[in-house]
């Protein structure tokens, strides 16, 4: 078995303490360093979300004024957008596991990746800032003209606010071309292009979609920062939908660079905890790769309300169900992956079928809304909110615990309570769908997304009413998991290099690996390199 | 044979020019962006594209500009085909000659921002328009940046035909700077 040796160079010797986290640029402290940030922008985002609940709760609360509610769920959206989920799972996820899963010691700019993680850091600060300093309020997530113009957003928060987008924007981008260039001159001897790990695959097209689309919203940023402080005339009333045109056209493809790398995620932990191949590999890389490229052709959905011809909105109309197939086929893909699998209930699995069953739920209702004519029943109404958090909830928020509980004993070196897991899974689980699913009822009942409250002849408070609980139920959840993360931290249970026998390379060096990853280059023969090196030689393929 | 350090730098230099080209693709995307803006906005624009009142910018500079551009394309090619033939003296030579039409280039730039700020305030066509010059001129500052960079590390020899990733970089950053005046030449002043 040829293997290649480099030496290991001498000034990857890990500093110490605090000056060896802030000058690294080791890919898994820069990866760690991108989780502990987004996992702060998780909860203070999801405390944002706590309060816009309790004040849904019942009618007529006044728990916050209707401008701070405003900035309230414009803030939630963009904390769990921008600086939780992106960064958890391209920064965090990514630069933690890419490297290791292609046999490689590092990304391929080391400094560039630390660079693009500060960056990213400063952003989240930044956007902070915006929303301390106020009035970001009126333009939601969105920041649809003529909302987010000097017209109506006067105050500087909205300035400050689209320059820490900017800056985000920056670091991700810079992130995304490391990525790439990693994955194409990195690869260890043997990693053909059908051995490489469905979890770095997805990487790979999320990067894509992040080198394409994010240039074209930083474009459009500086622009509405242009037309705000230097007098520049490109979103006029008579041209908002020149903003709209711009923010979907990154926005619509950001659901995929949100929502692919958990797929990836749960790509790999399924197989593993099903004691199989993953069923029709092939068959996942090609429609992975078909979401990256259907993604660009579907932004105008967005804009069915605001006019569009309708030559156009049949199209969008088309490809938007056209998008919804590749999806459907690695639903397949994992549920025959577990058909007929000697499962292995532990908590990375749940997450994972509590991805599939609530993510299929999202799906749907995703080509329910892509007919014109229901859209425009359903826009900005509770469904639009209860579809998107199935998407980016039921998919990537229960993807990136499965990678959480399915890597942390590689990480961390040391083993979490699998009890305390499946409890954080089961509050979940119920505690998203009674949050989530009522709002699917009072959006067909005609409530409208982002009103601070509502009157109490409307109909609406009992799903109000369940779907606080829900969310009050997700907040235990996530309390659960910080005990977890105690325990986890005080355990003296050291992790075995490989619990649960496991495919990729990740699983054949030590928990937690040497800064340096490998001491020798792995030479890949299959897909699934761990196995071969636990039965001894390369594994045949298993029949399905 | 190559030796483990010669392996590593071209391995390097392998890696940092796939770098660089998928930069240029996200760089490609910035510029596509504002680009549709133009023709977005100039289709959907129910008054005239130019509007009434807002005189099309003299050509004459644009042309020099281009004359300008393709030269420096030319010079940056002899400048990568020098040190090519480790020709340390044609490298410096002709980046020089690059910078010395880049800058010309921001001084024709400068005196048309000067005679165009107006524009940028009265309609959407004068914003984009200034949009469109001056993230381009930006780029022309960073490949100047960079040719003086690739000077003073030629200077001190630290350039040769095998070590020459920032050659390369600057290059063909600078290839895509002239793509894009092209791009904007034709788009703002001829079409
Ligand atoms: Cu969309």
Wanted: with cysteine.
């Amino acid at each position: 078995m040829a293997s290649i040796s480099i030496p290991v160079r001498s000034q990857d010797k890990a500093k110490s303490g605090l000056l060896g986290w802030l000058a690294t640029v080791d890919h898994k402290k820069v990866g760690l360093m991108y989780m502990v940030m987004a996992f702060v922008f998780f909860i203070g985002s999801g405390l944002l979300a706590l309060i816009i609940r309790t004040q849904l709760a019942a009618p007529g609360m006044t728990l916050v004024d209707p401008n701070t509610y405003n900035q309230i769920f414009t803030m939630h959206g963009t904390g769990m957008i921008f600086l939780f989920t992106i960064p958890m799972l391209v920064g965090g996820f990514g630069n933690y596991f890419l490297p290791i899963m292609i046999g490689a010691r590092d990304v391929a700019f080391p400094r560039l990746n630390a660079f693009s993680f500060w960056i990213t850091l400063g952003a989240g600060l930044v956007m902070s800032i915006a929303f301390l300093v106020g009035d970001r309020s009126a333009a939601a997530w969105t920041a649809y003209v003529p909302l987010s113009t000097s017209t109506y957003s006067p105050q500087s928060g909205m300035d400050i606010w689209l320059l820490g987008l900017i800056l985000a924007g920056i670091g991700s981008t810079l992130g995304a071309v490391n990525f790439m260039v990693t994955i194409f001159t990195m690869r260890a001897p043997g990693m053909t292009a059908w051995r490489i790990p469905m979890f770095v695959w997805a990487m790979a097209t999320t990067a894509v979609m992040v080198l394409l689309a994010t240039p074209v919203l930083t474009a459009a940023l500086v622009m509405l920062v242009a037309d705000r402080n230097f007098s520049t005339q490109f979103f006029t009333t008579s041209n908002a939908r020149l903003w709209q045109h711009m923010f979907w056209f990154y926005s619509h493809p950001a659901v995929y660079i949100m929502v692919l790398p958990a797929m990836g995620v749960v790509s790999e932990v399924l197989p593993v905890f099903s004691r199989k191949p993953l069923f029709g590999a092939k068959a996942v890389v090609i429609s992975t790769a078909l979401i990256g490229i259907l993604g660009f052709t579907t932004w105008v959905h967005h804009m069915f309300v605001s006019g569009v011809s309708p030559a156009i909105e049949r199209f969008f109309i088309f490809t938007t169900m056209v998008i919804a197939v590749p999806t459907g086929v690695k639903m397949f893909n994992w549920i025959f992956t577990m058909w007929g699998g000697s499962l292995n209930l532990k908590t990375p699995l749940l997450m994972c079928i509590g991805f599939l069953s609530t993510f299929v739920i999202g799906g749907i209702t995703g080509v329910i809304q892509a007919a014109g004519p229901v859209d425009s029943y359903l826009h900005n109404s509770y469904w639009v909110v209860a579809h998107f958090h199935y998407v980016l909830f039921g998919g990537s928020v229960f993807g990136i615990f499965a990678g959480l509980y399915y890597w942390a004993p590689k990480m961390v070196g040391r083993m979490f309570d699998d009890k305390l897991g499946k409890l954080h899974f089961v509050l979940m689980f119920f505690g998203f769908n009674l949050t989530f699913f009522p709002m699917h009822i009072l959006g067909l009942e005609g409530m409208p997304r982002r009103i601070a409250t509502y009157a109490g002849d409307r109909g609406w408070a009992a799903g109000n009413l369940v779907a606080t609980i829900g969310a009050f139920t997700i907040a235990l959840s996530i309390l659960v998991f910080i005990i977890n993360l105690v325990k986890i931290a005080r355990s003296k249970e050291a992790a075995p290099a490989d619990p649960w026998e496991g495919n990729t390379l990740e699983w054949m060096i030590p928990s937690p690996p040497p800064e340096y990853n490998f001491a020798v280059i792995p030479t890949v023969q299959s897909d699934r390199p761990a196995l071969d090196a636990r039965n001894g030689g390369v594994t045949p393929a298993a029949h399905h | 044979m190559l030796s483990s350090a010669q392996f590593a730098i071209e391995q390097r230099r392998r890696t940092g020019r796939i770098g660089v080209r998928l930069f240029i693709v996200s760089e490609t995307m910035f510029f596509a962006a504002l680009f549709f803006a133009w023709y977005y906005l100039g289709v959907t624009s129910n008054s005239a594209w130019p509007p009434d009142g807002v005189a099309r910018p003299l050509l004459a500079p644009a042309v020099l500009n281009t004359a300008l551009t393709l030269i420096s394309a030319v010079t940056m090619w002899l400048a990568s085909r020098s040190i090519g033939r480790d020709d340390q003296r044609g490298l410096v030579f002709w980046m020089a000659a690059s910078v010395v039409c880049a800058v010309v280039f921001m001084a024709v730039q400068t005196q048309e921002f000067r005679e165009l700020a107006y524009i940028a305030q009265g309609s959407s066509y004068g914003s984009l328009f200034l949009f469109l010059l001056f993230f381009h001129a930006v780029r022309v500052f960073v490949g100047v940046v960079l040719m003086l960079i690739v000077l003073v590390r030629a200077s001190m020899h630290q350039l040769n035909a095998r070590r020459r990733l920032l050659v390369d970089a600057t290059v063909m950053y600078w290839y895509f700077i002239v793509a894009v005046w092209l791009a904007v030449f034709t788009v703002l002043y001829v079409l």
